[in-house]
């Protein structure tokens, strides 16, 4: 028995499923959980938190932005700020947003915080794009 | 005396008034289901962030300026979260009331006391007294959402960063049921995690060689920042809920008192309406009796 739990402030989006292999975006680089892994606790980034729930064959992926995972021997917890499916992204939007923050990102007086918050607009809007298939190679202009 | 075309009059705009008052009671509630949602959404999430934070807390000695659970309140402050709209009953003057006697109570007790609004009725009570907020938070969006209490949280914490004080306190309307709120004073910072300890021992089965990634303070101060973003957005959903319950009460009595006051006017309508009948008809009949001589 592995039970993933995936809550946000907002929903509940994945409540006691039994998997077989989740990957998450975890503090520095990507981390893949097996069934039987030690005891972690984690903060994760922005990107895919991609599962497999038991006996398929086939990821499920859905977008997180800030979170933070622990992994116990039944299972693991993962609280995030944002988590969608890729059924609920709208692709206009995304785009709109990617374009939005790098828009922002140009500007030379910008103070440190703001520089911060459209880095993480623009880590989201990617995360979004990737998760549709669609990957930006336009880069980060700074 | 009032004439029938007048008394007619103030019983349509009556009626005008009880049918918006009937929508706003319906909006309100379908409303406040919507905000009683969010708040069991959320309770999964803030438990269990605040139980992770009180295991690491206990197990690995973190410090951390935000968990010191004993602080001297030498600088205070009141955040007062009311709403930006009023025909809710008593719903803001409660929070304003309470808001008031706490700093009538406690100025002299305090080194500083300072106010900081979310909601614009609260800011505008204050300022009739003239008591201005360090700040105001005006013009929250309709729907709150966690982004939003996410950035009004961090200004909150940059207040108490900044502005060096010992204690952060909300008041806010507490959500009883879709009838009754109650006004409630919390301790949002320093946070208490107290609480948590009791209820958390060992059930996430906390192991001795747990791998933490980052270092245990460093998720530490993640997760306090995160626990009182949540605290802010359960605070501003029981608000809003509150809210509307308080709004779809008074709304309910309004509709009623309409009602009752149509129908008093109805009834000195058609006593009028007979009267005046009566005396033509009297003026009729004499008329006749006058002619046959």
Redesign the interface.
């Given at each position: 028995m592995f039970i993933l739990n995936l809550v946000t402030p907002e929903k509940k989006l994945v409540t006691d499923l039994e998997i077989d292999e989740v990957i998450v975006p975890a503090y520095k680089g990507q981390l893949d959980i097996l069934p039987g892994h030690a005891p972690l606790m984690t903060t994760l980034s922005t990107g895919l938190l991609k599962y497999r729930t038991k006996g398929s064959a086939q990821f499920e992926t859905v977008v997180v932005s800030w979170g933070y995972m622990e992994v116990h021997p039944d299972g693991v917890v993962v609280l995030a700020d944002v988590a969608e499916s890729v059924a609920e992204i709208d692709r206009v939007r995304a785009e709109e947003q990617l374009k939005a923050a790098k828009a922002g990102l140009v500007d030379p007086l910008l103070e440190n915080d703001q520089m911060v918050m459209f880095q993480h607009k623009l880590e989201k809007a990617q995360a979004r794009l990737e998760a549709l298939g669609i990957h930006d190679h336009g880069g980060t202009s700074h | 005396m009032p004439n029938l075309k007048d008394i007619r009059n103030r019983i349509q705009t009556t009626k005008n008034t009880q049918q918006i008052t009937r929508a706003m009671k319906m909006v309100s509630a379908a409303k406040l289901r919507r905000a009683q949602l969010?708040i069991q959404?959320?309770r999964?999430?803030?438990n269990?962030?605040l139980s992770?934070i009180a295991d690491?807390a206990t197990t690995q000695r973190v410090e951390h300026p935000l968990l010191n659970a004993h602080p001297e309140d030498q600088k205070v402050l009141l955040v007062v979260l009311t709403s930006d709209r009023g025909l809710a009953g008593g719903f803001n003057n409660n929070i304003n009331r309470f808001a008031y006697k706490f700093f009538q109570d406690n100025r002299s007790k305090y080194q500083q006391l300072d106010f900081l609004f979310v909601g614009r009725k609260g800011a505008d009570f204050f300022r009739a007294r003239n008591i201005a907020g360090k700040e105001t938070i005006l013009n929250l969006a309709r729907e709150i959402?966690?982004?939003m209490a996410?950035g009004v949280a961090s200004r909150l914490m940059a207040e108490f960063a900044e502005g060096g004080y010992d204690s952060v306190f909300l008041v806010y309307n507490e959500f009883k049921s879709a009838i009754s709120q109650e006004v409630v004073c919390e301790r949002l910072l320093p946070v208490d995690i107290s609480k948590a300890r009791v209820s958390s021992d060992s059930k996430?089965?906390?192991?001795a060689?747990?791998?933490?990634?980052?270092e245990p303070a460093?998720?530490i101060d993640?997760?306090l920042k995160?626990h009182f973003a949540?605290q802010v957005?359960r605070a501003m959903c029981e608000s809003v809920a509150a809210e509307h319950g308080a709004r779809m009460a008074a709304m309910e009595n309004a509709t009623k008192n309409a009602g009752e006051m149509i129908r008093g006017m109805t009834l000195t309508y058609n006593k009028l309406r007979q009267a005046s009948i009566t005396t033509e008809l009297i003026e009729i009949t004499s008329g006749a009796e006058a002619l046959k001589g």
């Open positions: - | 969010n959404n959320l999964p999430f803030a269990q962030i992770v690491i959402s966690f982004g996410e996430n089965g906390f192991a060689d747990l791998i933490f990634e980052p460093l998720i993640d997760m995160k949540v957005y």
